[in-house]
Nanobody
Framework: QVQLVESGGGLVQPGGSLRLSCSAS????????MSWYRQAPGKERDLVAQ???????????TYADSVKGRFTISRDNAKNTAYLQMDNLAPEDTALYYC????????????WGQGTQVTVSS
């Protein structure tokens, strides 16, 4: 069955960095669009970054305006893993971060991981 496992979250000071990983299994990873979402307490779950599946390059990645220039999404199809490099973190980045997998032939289908907590605080 499809399984997504996030890791790499933690407590970091403002201005610091973290790299989140999303390890996938149970599906053909390269044919799925991989996304990172986040949800802060009392707020909706928002899209942070997305890397399409198929034969695409890093140039096809998209980002929320709030993280452009600070976050970088990437994927390693050989390792079935997606990453989110987060630099220059700010307190407003504090949230539960989720990865999501969507097949490129039917984006209405979505699989979610359990989430990893990121807390930015001094």
């Amino acid at each position: 069955q499809v399984q997504l496992v996030e890791s790499g979250g933690g407590l970091v000071q403002p201005g610091g960095s973290l790299r989140l990983s999303c390890s996938a299994s149970g599906f053909t990873f390269s044919r799925y669009t991989m996304s990172w979402y986040r949800q802060a307490p009392g707020k909706e779950r928002d899209l942070v970054a997305q890397f399409p599946g198929g034969s695409v390059t890093t140039n096809h990645a998209t980002y929320a305006d709030s993280v452009k220039g600070r976050f970088t999404i990437s994927r390693d199809n050989a390792k079935n893993t997606a990453y989110l490099q987060m630099d220059n973190l700010a307190p407003e980045d504090t949230a539960l971060y989720y990865c999501k997998a969507e097949p490129i032939w039917n984006p209405s289908i979505g699989y979610w991981g359990q989430g990893t907590q990121v807390t930015v605080s001094s």
